[in-house]
């Protein structure tokens, strides 16, 4: 395993905190009834969205999924522009016309949250064939879930991706379930890394909820990647906290599950190994935690002062114009 | 007529070994296969019950999905948590439950998980892998001939089995885990996606076994030496460069040189001092344990690991006693010679 920089390790938790401090900012928020359009949070699958992308530039690409938040902070995109989008204002990532499944960022390589389950493959294709095109080394990390690698897209994307060795990994967040139907129920090859041979593409498992594990594994494909030696496929296991979407009433999974993996909680983790080590100090951490908190409520101060878009703006940005 | 046990993991086979090395897929469905072939061999030899280990792919499970056969195999009810506590925990069970052996399909670790619970049970370990040094490559098939021919009765257990070698692996004073064949300490922090690959990133090495013929640890330990599972010895490893250098199969693929400052034979039961800092502990070829700089690392050889079949002298064996001789009819008429 690479050494990790001491900076490395303070914005891994920084990323991290961020992210759960948003979800669960934005769960309060929904539950109010502050939030139009629909939700999906991201918490507990933080280490997979930060471990993959802290080996990334903002030349190089993303793709998302209609939960796509923790992905949106792990590239790097403005909490203050996200949390405006939630609230349809203005100021948002998409002008508060997209909401949270289409937060997009160009300039920071996020190609776009996206609302259709398995959407992001091919555009993850479309990217990585865009950088073999022009020679840069950009690289593209296709997140999707564990429902989307049993759509057809995200097969021809992958069969696509592994013909043309295009720049890509794809990283399926395994969160047990695809919506209520657990994985074991989808997939018939029960391990989604397995199909990774059918693909000719290494196919590995790996512990999402570890981000140290996804941290090294995505290392290493994106550095093959970058060589040019094609894609990989990662399967990254993990549990979200919440429901599918907010107000999903869970019915379809058991407390003892939930408790399983609160115990292998990502940052409850990572806190406890770094201070074991006496790699960070607890102040640190603290500090980190304090300022998370304190970045969600300014984004929140930022979105509910900010304007709607005007009526005369509703087609704006919508079709592109041909001279 | 004693049951015989099968654990197979549906986690071997698909570390970041295939991403860093050529290491070989071993899919879910080729364990379903595997255990079919197993539970068909069994059936074979008149074996009545099988017990089988859930698990998260539902290996067992889908094995026996349409499979016709005279035996009463089961899985067994347990809670499932996909990892190594599943494959302890249905050792355990197995044992108590008085089967005769436990056919294991997977890799080292899942050996480790297993003959944690075994106790006296010996086992038929089936390699799901190409960087396996415990587990052997064996067709499903022959494995579960060999379990029946030891839960038939048709061989004693005792004449064709024999008992392995265990590493104990102290922190702090504290006996935290055991491994089969190696203990390493790597200068890596984090246990991280568990695979060791990079020699330059070892320190020390305790190893149960060193084989010219094997991939890992047990290779470079080969280089030197040979300790077969059945040897009492064991071999102390120092590792860095700026000492002698052998040329070692590290992983599947990865034939590399790797730098030995100190090596010395040990004996069953002595205890080794390895250097204290921060550094992950590998068992097994697996990171597995990340210990501080204020920790102690010690590990102990002993005689005390799990007892193993030895298929090929239980098989021939059974022979001998005529276990696989069915019916024999002279043929009608004056008999020809030739």
């Known amino acids: 395993m690479a050494e990790i920089s001491r900076d490395t390790l303070l914005w891994i938790y920084e990323r991290m905190r961020l992210i759960r401090c948003f979800e669960d900012k934005v769960a309060e928020l929904f539950a109010q009834g502050l939030l139009p359009g629909f939700v999906h949070l991201y918490a507990g699958e933080e280490a997979i969205a930060v471990g993959v992308c802290a080996h990334l530039t903002d030349r190089d690409y993303i793709t998302s999924t209609h939960r796509g938040h923790g992905h949106c902070i792990a590239k790097g995109v403005d909490i203050n522009a996200m949390m405006a989008e939630l609230f349809g204002k203005a100021t948002g990532a998409c002008k508060g016309k997209g909401g949270s499944m289409h937060i997009a960022d160009v300039s920071k390589g996020m190609l776009g949250a996206n609302g259709i389950v398995g959407g992001g493959g091919p555009l993850a294709c479309g990217s990585g064939l865009t950088a073999k095109v022009t020679g840069s080394d950009s690289v593209t990390a296709c997140f999707f879930g564990d429902g989307a690698a049993e759509q057809g897209t995200m097969h021809e994307a992958m069969n696509l991706a592994a013909i043309w060795k295009l720049p890509v990994i794809f990283v399926c967040e395994n969160n047990l379930y695809a919506e209520s139907t657990p994985w074991f129920y989808h997939c018939a090859a029960r391990d989604i890394a397995d199909r990774g041979v059918a693909y000719n593409m290494p196919g590995i498992l790996v512990d999402g909820t570890d981000v140290f594990a996804v941290y090294e594994a995505a290392g290493e494909a994106i550095a093959r990647a970058r060589r040019g030696e094609g894609p990989t496929l990662i399967e990254a296991r993990a549990f979200r906290y919440y429901g599918h979407f907010q107000g999903d009433p869970l019915t379809y999974r058991t407390p003892e599950e939930e408790e399983e993996y609160r115990r292998r909680d990502p940052l409850d983790q990572f806190r406890r190994r770094v201070l074991e080590r006496n790699l960070l100090t607890a102040d640190e951490l603290d500090a980190i935690d304090a300022r998370a908190r304190e970045a969600v409520e300014a984004a929140v101060r930022f979105a509910q002062a900010s304007p709607y878009p005007a009526p005369e703006e509703c087609l704006t940005d919508v079709y592109v114009k041909y001279p | ?338």
């Open chain 2, 1 to 338: 007529m004693s049951a015989v046990g099968i654990i197979a993991n549906p986690a071997s086979g698909k570390d970041i070994r295939r991403l860093v090395a050529q290491a070989s897929v071993f899919d879910n469905n080729e364990k379903v296969n595997i255990i079919r072939r197993t539970l068909r061999a069994l059936d074979a030899l008149g074996v009545r019950r099988v017990l089988i280990m859930p698990d998260t792919a539902g290996l067992g499970l889908r094995a026996l999905d349409g499979l016709r056969l005279s035996l009463d195999a089961r899985i067994i009810e347990m809670p499932v948590y996909g990892d190594a506590r599943d494959s302890t925990r249905a050792a355990r069970i197995m044992a108590e439950a008085g089967v005769a052996c436990i056919v294991t399909v997977g890799g080292d670790g899942t050996n480790r998980a297993a003959a944690r619970g075994a106790g006296d049970v010996p086992l038929i370990p089936v390699s799901t892998g190409t960087n396996n040094v415990f587990p052997v490559m064996v067709e499903g098939t022959v494995a579960g001939l060999a379990a029946g021919v030891i839960a038939a009765g048709l061989v004693p257990a005792d004449a064709v089995t024999y008992r392995t070698k265990r590493l104990e692996l102290y922190v702090d004073g504290e006996l935290i885990d055991v491994a089969l064949v190696d203990i390493a300490t790597s200068r890596d922090l984090f246990v991280g996606s568990r695979a060791l690959w990079d020699p330059g990133r070892l320190r020390e090495a305790v190893l149960a076994q060193a084989r010219p013929g094997t991939v890992g640890l047990a290779a470079v330990g080969g280089c030197l030496t040979t300790l077969s599972p059945r040897n009492t010895h064991g071999l102390y490893l120092r590792l860095g460069a700026g000492g002698r250098q052998v040329l070692a199969p590290i992983a599947p693929g990865l034939v590399v040189p790797v730098g030995i400052l100190e090596h010395r034979l040990l004996e069953a039961g002595e205890e080794v001092h390895l250097d204290p800092g921060n550094c992950t502990v590998a068992l097994d070829g697996e990171r597995e344990v990340e210990v501080g700089l204020q920790q102690t690392v010690a590990v102990r050889l002993t005689t005390a690991g799990p007892r193993v079949v030895d298929i090929e002298a239980a098989l021939a064996e059974a022979t001998r006693r005529g276990a696989f001789d069915l019916a024999w009819e002279a043929p009608d008429g004056p008999s020809g010679g030739c």
